[in-house]
T-cell receptor
């Protein structure tokens, strides 16, 4: 069953604006990950945040995690047309090879 | 370059035939790989966990006799869709854990169309 629920389902912004995507989950997690998927392609790992972390940065990406609310957000700053893609949050429970449970995804469109 | 190679990238087959999809870990040996299925504009649903040298672990509701998984070597897992039907048309993606770090690396996916 799906664990993560992202919102909004779709987001359209102008190039240069910031994009914020939210994800909620239901059970205890070891870590939460964000992935990007271009249309018809595989997924690319963007960033991972552990359950004992609250915020993490990677380039133009900023991810937060609130375990008390079971939610996470992904912020993409200074968006570019090339950021247009679907974004998924995924949660992992314990175990080195634990399986990922994906949310429904958010379709981000960045208008040039 | 891709460290998880998935082949073919797309395939069209007739109803009733079987299709094999390969997933190769190019940079290190993967004892565990994962197979996902994705319908258009939907999320990824885990189908099964492929374990080298042993039987795959299937998720609830996935028919193991229809979706045959073989992980005969540490670098190759295959998914065979047997007696394919149009409802099996989907995007199939494999993945494995990234070496030394958390997070997973995904193949580029296979678009299966059954006509």
């Amino acid at each position: 069953s799906q664990q993560g629920e992202e919102d909004p389902q779709a987001l359209s912004i102008q190039e240069g604006e910031n994009a914020t995507m939210n994800c909620s989950y239901k059970t205890s997690i070891n870590n939460l990950q964000w992935y990007r998927q271009n249309s018809g392609r595989g997924l690319v790992h963007l960033i991972l945040i552990r359950s004992n972390e609250r915020e993490k940065h990677s380039g133009r990406l900023r991810v937060t995690l609130d375990t008390s609310k079971k939610s996470s957000s992904l912020l993409i700053t200074a968006s570019r047309a090339a950021d247009t893609a679907s974004y998924f949050c995924a949660t992992a429970q314990t175990g080195a090879n634990s399986k990922l449970t994906f949310g429904k995804g958010i379709t981000l469109s960045v208008r040039p | 370059g891709a460290v998880v190679s998935q082949h073919p990238s797309w395939v069209i087959c007739k109803s009733g035939t079987s299709v094999k999809i390969e997933c190769r870990s190019l940079d290190f040996q993967a004892t565990t790989m994962f197979w996902y299925r994705q319908f258009p504009k939907q999320s990824l649903m885990l189908m099964a966990t492929s374990n080298e040298g042993s039987k795959a672990t299937y998720e609830q509701g996935v028919e193991k006799d229809k979706f045959l998984i073989n992980h005969a070597s540490l670098t190759l897992s295959t998914l065979t869709v047997t007696s394919a039907h149009p409802e099996d048309s989907s995007f199939y993606i494999c993945s494995r854990k990234r070496q030394g770090v958390w997070g997973y690396t995904f193949g580029s996916g296979t678009r299966l169309t059954v006509v």
